[in-house]
């Protein structure tokens, strides 16, 4: 998966940064679990919402840590991620350690709070978005976040991407 870099974020919040997640999406290659995969999870109450987007908010412990995620697609990732750390894939993973202030913006969208920080075996990291719809508010994020931000890694878990992901992990009973 090639991380989105300032260099090649176009600055336009419209076409620019539509195609900017295009190209990602042909680059994205996950990794899947052998067909023994086994995940231990526990999903705690789900809120649903009367939401077209499918909403459900819920704690979930995994991997010793109690998160609570605003999202199935979030769910799904973390449990995704659980495994990449089970299988020495990656080191670890976060799930909202840190918010990103930008300090010269006065009024509007001031934070960004990416979903994941996965750490790689060789102690790097990436931001991990999972990000079904794109928002203004969320373009607007995004770009300050590469702007503000040039040295950090940002990977976009768009539908397409995350569609991908759910017809590969599926089949291993712990995806939603």
Known sequence: MKPITIDNLPFSKSKQLAGMIER????????????????EYD???????????DTEKS??????KRIYVRSKWERNVAKY???LKES???????YEP???MFDAIKRGNNSYLPDFKVIEN??????WEVKGRLTAGGKTKIVRFMKYYPKEKLVIIDEEAYRRLARDCRKFGWWE
Do not use: C, M, Y
């Not at 704690?59 to 010793?64: A, N, S």
């Open 43 to 53: 999903v705690g109450p789900v809120e649903k919402k009367n939401n077209p987007h």
């Open 24 to 39: 990602n999406k042909t680059q994205t290659r996950f990794k899947l679990p052998p067909a023994n995969a086994k995940i």
């Open 88 to 94: 020495k894939n990656i080191k670890d993973w976060h």
């Open 81 to 83: 991620l659980q495994w």
């Open 98 to 100: 840190k918010r990103f």
């Open 122 to 127: 060789d102690g790097s990291h990436k931001w």
């Open 59 to 64: 704690w979930l412990v995994i991997g010793g």
